[in-house]
């Protein structure tokens, strides 16, 4: 198996290098030349556990790591971290199935990628004999960037470099990010949107000069962003675990197609569903969730993208995103890899801010539907998912919720439904006690947390927890033109 630029410039290379360089030298994201077709082995599959699981599936792209490395790197990751055995449970509430992805040591999905792909990342550097140190530069809309601090703490040979818009996360997540430990960590806020951050780390990576000035003294860049296929492909894997689980527990039958709906912005985590229908589960459709961001959800309605308008501040800070890195890969897919198509349409959306995909494209779009959930939507549905099913689901879960019930409606369309629960309702405590009708005036960040505990009685995540006693320790704030300037800084160069 090896990797080729959605952008066509005939690179071709392992899984492990494709790891450590993270972008493509066109600016493009790496994809695996094919998709394994997995249909025939479902069967095979059934009983594993979630570590069995993620060894068949991902030897099948990293077929340059012997299984040994694979099991080292796969025991490492889902070790005790991870609050249940199960490490990511499909639970059945009243008629509806929630795919939880916060049982790991953030408290959102991005750890079931993060806690094995830099173990992943210090492998491949390893076995390319890389002697430069690599750093990480990554902008985050909240959970990124903890998750990665967490998975690359302390890894000899990396730095990590995380930029978060100061007004564009929650308060736990700004702490769980500040309060950071590990020697090779770094935490900048940035005054701007999440788009801003994620533009001015890209252009760094795209800066032939800088990255040539970084080598002189002894540095590479790579990124933990869901742009690094080496943190895409662990995705790919909980969609198949959950399938399974709904068979062993007979709510479906092995074959038998289901639903997903997923809450996203950066969209890396319905592609890794996408990339899991490629591989041959039974998936009928994909529901693509959005907030009140809806720009995936005109995509998928008139095939235009368009980022001319105003970010908006949510509830779900997590989706307040206008550029959807991961739609890049989607695109190159449903144009039968035209890389010639994906630069027309990157250069207009670079340019102009907008692109329109072409008919043949659209026709290709039939596996997804989108809906979207405005803040009032969000708020009410916390309510009566907990009124009623005596379920606490968080802000973006709520927006998948809200979505799913918008597609039923529209389409009567009653197959088996998972809906992706994305972080604990405690990373979001504010909204979540605030949508409950409890009153939230002049409490701080942890009062409101254990009342929001007292009031639903859940217990508070063992990671949320063990914040009311952390320490700010990363407290750098800039502009987003003063990016550089800052890793010149930390890098001492």
Known sequence: MHFISTRGNKENITASKAIINGLCSDGGLYVPTEFPNLREKLKEFINLSYKDLCLEILKLFLDDF?????????NKAYDNKFDCKEIAPTKKVKDNFYLELYHGPTCAFKDMALTLMPLLLEMSLKKNNIKEEVVILTATSGDTGKAALEGFK??????????????????????????????????????????????????????????????DNNYILSSANSINIGRLLPQVVYYFYSYFDLVRNN???????????????NFGNILAAYYAKLMGLPIKKLICASNENNVLYEFFNTGKYNKNRELLLTSSPSMDILISSNLERLLFEISNRDDLKINYLINNLNNNGFYEIDKNMKKNLFSFYSEYANE????????????????????????????????????????????????????????????????????????IIEKLSKFTVTDIPLPIKKLKTAKVIHNINCEKYEIKEEIKKILKV
């Open 154 to 215: 302390n890894l000899e040979q990396i730095k990590i470099i995380v930029f978060f818009p100061e007004d564009g996360v929650s308060d736990v997540q700004k702490l769980q990010m500040q309060s950071q430990e590990g020697n090779n960590t770094y935490v900048i806020s940035i005054n701007g949107n999440f788009d801003d951050a994620q533009s001015a780390v890209k252009k760094i990576f795209n800066n032939k000069e800088f990255e040539n000035h970084l080598k």
């Open 66 to 74: 012997s299984e040994e490395e694979l099991i080292t790197c796969i």
């Open 376 to 447: 009032l939507e969000v708020k009410k549905n916390i309510n009566k998912v907990f009124k009623e099913y005596n379920y606490l689901i968080d802000t973006h879960t709520c927006v998948a919720y809200t979505a799913y019930e918008k597609y039923k409606k529209a389409t009567n369309d009653h197959t088996l439904t998972v809906i992706v629960s994305t972080a604990s309702p405690y990373k979001f405590s504010k909204y979540v006690l605030d949508s409950l009708g409890e009153n939230i005036n002049n409490l701080d960040e942890f009062s």
């Open 251 to 265: 709510h479906i039958n092995l074959n038998e197609e289901i639903n997903f709906c997923v809450p996203t912005g």
